[in-house]
């Protein structure tokens, strides 16, 4: 396992035309059977927690993230693409997303914040 860099100008993400702050706290590049993978955790808090649709949107940024910066060298393996609520210990990974088990919100909020 290999940590990688996160240059700074990595981290705005453009979703749905809004500029999204994208800082997962750990890259790290693996090898699964001679494939290069890599996958990345971010750990936050807010106070008492978040739901785990709420969750879902960091890993669904983490794994956006990966893709954009890192496909190209990488296999984003999604089940790597973690986020960690410190406050009450649950994780998504982006696995959990693409297999329906956590809903994916992101667009629609930001579609909600853009109406505002």
Partial sequence: MCFLKQPKAYSIL?????PI??????IYSFSINGSEEIGGI???????????SELGMF?????????KHFSNNFYVNPK???AVDLFN???????????GEI???????IEDIKSI
Avoid at 43 to 50: D, R, S
């Fill in 59 to 67: 890993a669904d940024i983490n794994y956006r993230y990966l893709v």
């Fill in 14 to 18: 453009t979703i749905n035309g809004f």
């Fill in 89 to 99: 210990g649950q994780d998504v990974n982006y696995k959990e997303i693409e297999n």
């Fill in 21 to 26: 702050e994208a800082k997962p706290c750990f």
């Fill in 42 to 52: 971010w750990f936050v808090a807010q106070l008492n927690g978040f739901k785990k």
């Fill in 103 to 109: 809903p994916t919100l992101i667009e629609s909020t």
């Fill in 80 to 82: 790597y693409c973690i």
